[in-house]
């Protein structure tokens, strides 16, 4: 009689998807939205946007595929099915929400889709789950679709989402790409101190 064996795996990522708070599992195919800034170099590559201690200036969220395909995008979809695109030949990549160009260095966010696995792999588990893409290209969100996600979808910035501190009126129509504001000096706005006083 051949020998039998149990082996207790541990599937807990000890991460939950941001829409249904449902946990996710090592090696389920999942998304991740990260904040970021692009920049065209040979190819357009990513950088994490950092606050001033060097960690995440926001956190990334992971999703499972359904939840965000179906919920979240197509919500996104709805709610911006009558804003027309804010476009420019400046821009390096385009919102896969609402179709605006977005330049290097504006604020923006990646939906990369991977699975969470221990590296290197530890049979005793004494590495963290941990992140990693698979080698498909990210898909780029501006930052006017996070603001309204965040504001109309699904809140996971408890601060609200900008680029450098412009208001919401302000990330709507890019301000900082023509150095003007409707309203300068309006409250937490940082845009135009020294162009507006």
Excluded at 1 to 6: E, F, H
Excluded at 13 to 39: K, N, Q, R, T
Excluded at 109 to 137: L, M, N, W
Aim: charged share 25%; net charge negative; proline share 5%.
């Amino acid at each position: 009689m051949a020998a039998t064996y149990d082996v207790a795996v541990d599937l807990d990522s000890g991460h939950v998807c941001a829409c249904c708070e449902e946990p996710i599992s090592m090696l389920e195919e999942v998304l991740c939205l990260e904040v970021v800034l692009p920049v065209k170099l040979d190819v357009v590559k990513y950088y994490i946007l950092e606050d001033d201690t060097g960690g995440y200036a926001y956190e990334p969220y992971f999703f499972h595929v359904d939840c965000w395909v179906g919920e979240v995008e197509e919500a996104l979809c709805t709610v911006i099915e009558d804003t027309s695109p804010a476009l420019d030949s400046r821009g390096i990549i385009e919102c896969e929400g609402c179709t605006s160009d977005i330049f290097a260095w504006e604020t923006c966010g990646i939906v990369s889709i991977g699975e969470f696995t221990r590296i290197p792999q530890s049979q005793d588990g004494t590495y963290p789950p941990r992140f990693v893409p698979y080698e498909i290209k990210s898909r780029p969100f501006c930052v006017s679709c996070l603001h309204t996600i965040n504001e109309q979808i699904l809140e996971m910035w408890e601060g609200g989402i900008t680029h450098r501190g412009a208001c919401e009126e302000g990330i709507s129509c890019r301000c900082w790409r023509y150095e003007s504001c409707n309203e300068p000096g309006k409250a937490h706005c940082r845009m135009f101190d020294e162009v507006d006083g």
